[in-house]
């Protein structure tokens, strides 16, 4: 099956500074989707992004799809926007469950 | 999009029990998977529940330990049976959009096993 690595693993950051997180993945994908989930366990869904480049606010993702990899960008980090960021694929074909990386768990300090 | 309710949001359960959770959207859709959360880890895909059919079953899952029902195309429930402290996880149910491949999930179910 398709296998998801998320780097860094950790990341502790300075309030205001910018990060950027990786996610590779090893086959070819219909689906990529970036989560954040919460310290009450939710998962928001920040972006779908099988492929391109998509901008919310702070927030940016970007996918390589022909390089198999995403990276999801954090600018002018704040306090909230700590917690355990995911990325998840679907295979090619359409209603196939997401496998998900292991994540990576940000903690953004004042 | 997809909303979902889930149900219990949390719970706390005595080893040899078992509890139902319920998932329920708000549309009619093909397909519910359900993943578990085990504490710190990632999530990982119980089952794939396809309406008027058997669950189909992870390694690792068996339909035992999980039961699965999906009665119609908007509904399902898993049972965590027999249960001890290592199902102590967060338990969600996750659906396809209708017009995307994008995922939707529900709030969780917290459990707690003593």
């Known amino acids: 099956g398709i296998q998801v690595e998320q780097s860094p693993p950790d990341l502790i950051l300075q309030e205001g500074a910018n990060s950027t997180l990786r996610c590779n993945f090893s086959d070819s994908v219909n689906n990529l989707q970036w989560f954040h989930q919460n310290p009450w366990g939710q998962l928001i869904n920040l972006f779908y992004i099988p492929s391109g480049t998509k901008q919310n606010g702070r927030l940016s993702a970007t996918t390589v799809a022909t390089e198999r990899y995403s990276l999801l960008y954090i600018s002018s980090s704040q306090t909230t926007d700590s917690g355990v960021y995911f990325c998840?694929?679907?295979?090619?074909?359409?209603?196939?469950?997401?496998?998900f990386g292991k994540g990576t768990r940000l903690s953004v300090i004042a | 999009s997809a909303v979902i309710s889930q149900k219990p949001s949390r719970d706390i359960c005595q080893r040899g029990t078992s509890l139902t959770i319920q998932c329920q959207v708000d549309?009619?859709?093909?397909?519910m998977f359900w993943y578990r959360q085990q504490p710190g880890q990632s999530l990982t895909l119980i089952a794939t529940a396809n309406q008027g059919s058997e669950a189909t079953y992870e390694s690792g899952f068996v339909i035992d330990k999980f039961p699965i029902s999906r009665p119609n195309l908007t509904f399902s429930t898993l049972t965590v049976s027999n249960m001890s402290p290592e199902d102590s996880s967060i338990y969600l149910c996750?659906?396809?959009?209708?017009?995307?491949?994008?995922?939707?999930f529900g709030a969780g179910t917290r459990l707690s096993v003593l």
């Open positions: 549309s009619q859709v093909t397909m």
């Open positions: 996750s659906v396809e959009g209708r017009a995307s491949n994008i995922q939707y």
């Open positions: 998840a694929v679907g295979g090619k074909a359409g209603n196939t469950p997401l496998v």
